[in-house]
């Protein structure tokens, strides 16, 4: 008697339940190839952020520490904010720099310029604004959105999936006074 939870495999013995297997098995495959192939998410994952703190080691002049990540927002995207630096959990490590999240209200931008500012989704009409505010000042300004990169408004946009892609802007690096190092420059899309 078979039950109806296994109704559907083929007889024991013989070819039928071999071929189940590899069927099986090819199905299998084929989803853990595709499964990275889902689209990137629209905020920074804990990879993406370990990326970024990579990225500081291929500044001219590397900072060293902890390293405040402001987290721009309005009010009315605070929770955005929250969620995004919940990701760092207690701080995001990569080679001599801890990167810390600090959430930082747009209106609070030129009293406290951190080191790194994070551009989330919300934050994408404000571009221009903030990238007006840290010319000149060495403040790497990182987004989610290529988008941003192309029109010059932030310096920096990493993915790490479905394949790392690391972008900069050219145009918004020297505005804000932000150097990479030649060797990274090889490894980079730059704009």
Same mark, same amino acid.
């Given at each position: ?19 189940? @297997? ?8 084929? @989803? ?17 952020? *370990? ?6 080691? @291929? ?41 810390? %999240?600090?959430?930082?209200? *747009? ?6 310029? %951190?080191?790194?500012? *994070? ?10 604004? &903030? ?7 060495? &403040? *790497? ?51």
């Amino acid at each position: 008697m078979r039950s109806e939870v296994f109704g559907h495999l083929p007889p024991a013995g013989g070819h039928g339940l071999q071929r189940w @297997f590899r069927r099986l098995r090819g199905a299998a495959a084929a @989803f853990l190839v595709l499964a990275p192939l889902q689209p990137a998410s629209a905020e920074p994952l804990p990879r993406e952020l *370990l990326l970024v703190a990579q990225v500081l080691g @291929f500044l001219e002049q590397p900072p060293a520490g902890d390293i405040d990540v402001g987290i721009l927002h309005l009010a009315t995207n605070r929770l955005e904010a929250e969620q995004v630096a919940a990701q760092f959990g207690g701080g995001v490590r990569a080679g001599g720099v801890v990167l810390r %999240p600090r959430l930082l209200p *747009l209106d609070q931008l030129n009293a406290s310029m %951190p080191q790194l500012l *994070l551009l989330t989704r919300g934050m994408v009409p404000m571009a221009a604004t &903030v990238a007006r505010a840290v010319e000149g000042r060495g &403040v *790497l300004t990182v987004t989610p959105d290529p988008a941003l990169i192309d029109g010059n408004l932030a310096v920096l946009a990493v993915r790490a999936s479905p394949r790392v892609e690391i972008m900069v802007s050219r145009a918004a690096a020297q505005s804000a006074a932000i150097s990479f190092a030649g060797a990274f420059r090889m490894m980079i899309q730059e704009r």
